[in-house]
C-alpha cells in the first residue's frame, strides 16, 4: 500500500511542474485523494460490502469534485489533474500511467447490464471536457484531445480530435509546401492562431489554404516575370514598394481601438 502512495506522489512530480514539495502534493492534490479513496472504496467493494463502498465514492465526491464509481478498475500512478467534475462509470477499465485532465467523463451508453464502460489501455492522456462514451478501448499511448467526444475504439498512438472524435494523421517529415506556407507565416507575422495541424481549427485550415495559394501565385508570377525579363530587359528594373511594419501599426491600433469601442458599447 505505502509503496502504490509512493508511485502516486512521484507520478505528480513527472506530470504537473507546479508541483513543488511532497507535503503540499499530499494535502493539496484532490486527485490525489480521489484516488485513495477510491482504492478503499474498490476494495470494499470487492468484498461485498456494497453500500459502504457507495458511501465512500459518495463522501471523495463531495470532498474532491470527482466521481469514480467503487466498481471501476483503476491501475497504478493514475494521475487526475486539476479533477473537477471528472466521473468514472463502474464498468470502466484504467491502466497504468493514465492523465485524466479536469471535466473527463468515461461514461456508458446502455442501461444494459455488463461491460458498458470505456477501457484506457497503459499511457493514455484525456483532455479537459473529453467524453469518452460506450465500451471502447483507447489503446495504449494514444491521447484524446480536449472536448473530444469518441464514441469508437482509438488505435495505439493515435490522437483523436473533435466532435464526433476523428483520428488526427501525422506525417513524417515536412513536405516542400508545408515549408514555404511556414516561410510566408513567418513573414506576415502569421501562426494561425496558435493552432497546430493536428487541431481540427476550419479557420487555421482556410487561412492555410490561403497561404498555399499565395505561395503557387508567387511561383506564377515569377515565372512570368523572368519571361518579361528575356522579352524586355528594363522590366527586370521595376520593383515591387516594400511593405513596412511601420505602415501597418496605425491600423492596427485603430482596428484595437475600435474593438474596445464595441466592448464598452
Known sequence: MFKSIKEDIASVFHRDPAARNTFEVVTTYPGLHAIWWHRLAHALWCRGFKWLARM???FARWTTGIEIHPGAQIGRRFFIDHGMGVVIG???IV??????YHGVTLGG??????????????GVVCGAGAKILGPITIAQGSRVGSNAVVTKNVPAGATVVGIPARIVKRDQGVSKCEEARTKIANKMG????AVTEEVSDPVA???Q?????????DKKVESMGQVLC??????????????????FEGAVEDDAALSAREINS
Open 109 to 122: 451508453t446502455t442501461w444494459n447490464k455488463g461491460q458498458r464502460h470505456p477501457t484506457l489501455e497503459n
Open 209 to 217: 489554404c490561403l497561404l498555399d495559394h499565395m505561395q503557387a501565385m
Open 230 to 247: 528575356e522579352l524586355r530587359p528594363e522590366y527586370c528594373n521595376e520593383e515591387l514598394p516594400e511593405l513596412k511594419d511601420e505602415d
Open 56 to 58: 465512500v465514492s459518495n
Open 190 to 193: 502569421f501562426d494561425a492562431y
Open 90 to 92: 463502474e464498468t470502466a
Open 205 to 207: 485550415h482556410a487561412i
Open 95 to 100: 491502466g497504468d500511467d493514465v492523465t485524466l
